[in-house]
């Protein structure tokens, strides 16, 4: 099998996906908390601000967006770095960082919504009675609100993340060495590009089949107080 | 660094004619695709488990595998086999264009397989059971019962996977289709000026995008009407 000889190249571009999947979940919770605190807010710049946010990051293809970050960020230093020093002939994040950043957007647009809704689902009675009960607002929102959250956006943030780690495949496009890449390098050595794209795929295939079991085990143990009782 | 207002108007109508190109993979792809998306789903909740089966590891395998793979598997990978290149398909697999279609075809299809199977689970089984006791047989039951019904449920979600798949169709300038992307990648390689050429585009999409949303809000209104009161 030719494959075989391949197999630690895929295994380093697997863990560069890994690297994005990781980088870009952390920034896109944040954008997606902060997006749904500024849609909830009475802060109306808060909210028209989410509001632009969301429309264009799911408006917008993927694919665009990585481009538009890695290129305008790229043409931005650039001419900073120029500024400086004119013998400077190109300057650019480096694309696993555009990557991941370009990916967290996109992905926290739509968490931006999956969180609002899991917000504006929680029990207000439930914040009532920590509130009566003398609890700070600090401490109801991480044990009282975030808890009860959490489970209801769970089904809505595990798609989510399946999208983001089938959006990493679009980072090659900007010259990450990840899998696909490999594929593209493997295939023209081998001259099997069948082959070589179907490992690809099963690879991602892999990521989302743990994800998918990885997201059912949460939500079994964010459901775990409804079990027997009823 | 400056903002050239005049490079936009110079590539916008250049773009436009990618358009032509992204409305033509979006109409052929959704109708393909929704066409294929039946078929899986009567074969999904269909009584023969051999036909149950490979709809499953469609689905699943389109599902779980990025669209950009899943293009490139189609476009390069299938030219490795002889009996595909010697095939009366041939013609048509080396052109990007018809394997754009198939590919996104086949990723639209298993998408809205699963969107239908939703609809159709969540059809109430009260209205199935006055159907039997008025004596409709179970085709009856299907066709004039559960189809209405659950074309009704699946639009919502049916509506973002056209949205998604409008925007995944920006994927086919990797394999050489100027389409809207395609001829913004085309401007931008020669200018290199990626803010005034896929902000453009960016706006362009957010055009289509809006469009779509109306279309299918009018639908969503069409198709809902008995629940008016």
């Known amino acids: 099998m030719i494959v075989v000889g391949w197999l630690d190249e895929f295994m380093w571009g697997s863990l560069v996906v890994l690297q994005i999947f990781f980088l870009a979940l952390i920034m896109a919770v944040t954008w997606g908390l902060l997006g749904a605190a500024a849609k909830l807010s009475s802060n109306r710049a808060a909210k028209l601000t989410a509001t632009v946010f969301t429309t264009i990051f799911r408006g917008t293809p993927e694919l665009l967006v990585l481009l538009i970050i890695y290129f305008g960020s790229a043409i931005t230093l650039t001419s900073i770095a120029q500024f400086f020093d004119p013998e400077v002939k190109f300057v650019d994040i480096p694309p696993l960082w555009a990557g991941s950043f370009a990916v967290s957007l996109i992905i926290g647009a739509y968490a931006t919504e999956t969180f609002r809704g899991a917000f504006q689902g929680v029990d207000p009675g439930t914040v009532e009675a920590a509130r009566s009960l003398g609890i700070s607002s600090t401490k109801t929102f991480f044990y009282v609100r975030l808890p009860q959250m959490w489970r209801l956006a769970l089904p809505g943030f595990g798609n989510h993340m399946l999208s983001l780690v089938k959006d990493t495949a679009l980072v090659s496009v900007i010259g990450l060495e990840e899998i696909l890449f490999t594929a593209d390098i493997a295939t023209s050595v081998t001259i099997q590009p069948f082959t070589m794209y179907m490992v690809a795929a099963l690879i991602y295939l892999g990521f989302t089949t743990v994800i998918m079991y990885g997201v059912r085990l949460m939500e079994k143990r964010a459901n775990r107080h409804l079990e027997g009782g009823r | ?229």
């Open chain 2, 1 to 229: 660094m400056s903002f050239d207002i005049a490079l936009i108007i110079e590539s916008v109508p250049k773009m436009l004619v990618g358009v032509g190109i992204t409305l033509q993979l979006l109409f052929l792809s959704t109708l393909f695709g929704t066409l294929l998306a039946i078929v899986t789903l009567l074969m999904r909740i269909g009584p023969f488990r051999w036909l149950r089966w490979p709809a499953i590891a469609y689905i699943y395998f389109f599902r779980g595998t990025p669209m950009l793979v899943q293009i490139f598997v189609i476009y390069y990978g299938l030219a490795q086999f002889e009996f595909v290149r010697d095939s009366f398909l041939w013609p048509a697999l080396r052109v990007p264009f018809w394997c754009a279609i198939i590919a996104f075809s086949l990723n639209v299809g298993a998408y809205t397989a699963e969107i239908l199977r939703g609809a159709v689970q969540g059809v109430e089984k009260g209205l199935l059971e006055a159907g039997s006791a008025l004596g409709l047989t179970a085709r009856q039951r299907f066709i004039h019962i559960t189809t209405p019904i659950a074309v009704r449920l699946s639009l919502p979600a049916y509506g973002n996977e056209i949205i998604s798949l409008m925007k995944s169709t920006a994927l086919a300038s990797t394999i050489t289709i100027f389409d809207t992307m395609g001829v913004a990648r085309t401007i931008m390689a020669q200018t290199f000026k990626p803010y005034e050429v896929f902000i453009s585009a960016a706006i362009i999409y957010l055009v289509i995008v809006w469009f779509i949303q109306m279309g299918i809000a009018l639908a969503e209104r069409r198709f809902g009407r008995y629940m008016k009161r």
